[in-house]
């Protein structure tokens, strides 16, 4: 069911169309109470499945399927599953299944987030200069450190 299905545009009763003494049309209090009551559940069955098509998450007929969306310049649809539909293409075509090279420098790496586990073989190049000092290469950066045992 679509949200205009759910849209109330009339009554089956109507106040205005009841003649000024109730009790000559209606047989008893009762009935024009029921009468009264329509209006109620007409309003109420509308908002109820206003409600059931927004919350919906079935294909075809879910609540973002339901929504319209003023459209967004490079972005395709009139709907809000249609603009995330593109949007979710777009992304894809863009990064495919994985991050691109070169997509994320270092300063994005929150830090202690690097640890040795995910350092490539090879990545940081050890030499000796003597028995003292000794060299790290990382990424092309040269960093000079004091020997000490265990290292």
């Known amino acids: 069911m679509s949200i205009a ?16 003494r109730p009790n000559t049309v209606f047989p008893s209090s009762a009935a024009f109470k029921a009468a009264l009551d329509t209006q109620a559940e007409q309003l109420q069955a509308g908002l109820n499945g206003l409600i059931d098509t927004l919350l919906s998450a079935i294909a075809g007929n879910s609540g973002s399927e339901n929504i319209g969306s003023a459209p967004i310049t ?7 599953f249609q603009q995330l539909t593109d949007l979710k293409a777009q992304v894809q075509a863009i990064v495919g299944d994985s991050i691109p090279t070169g997509s994320i420098e270092t300063e994005m790496i929150q830090d ?5 586990q ?3 073989p090879g990545a940081i190049q050890y030499s ?7 060299t790290a290469s990382v990424g092309g950066l040269l960093y000079a450190y004091q020997a000490c045992y265990g290292v």
Do not use: R, W, Y
Not at 5 to 20: A, G, I, L, M, R
Not at 74 to 80: C, I, K, R, S, Y
């Open 74 to 80: 490079g972005v395709a649809g009139l709907t809000v």
């Open 5 to 20: 299905d759910n849209k109330v545009t009339s009554f089956t009763f109507e106040h205005k169309n009841q003649p000024d």
């Open 118 to 120: 995910k350092i490539a």
């Open 112 to 116: 202690g987030a690097v640890t040795t």
């Open 128 to 134: 000796i200069l003597d028995d003292q000092l000794k």
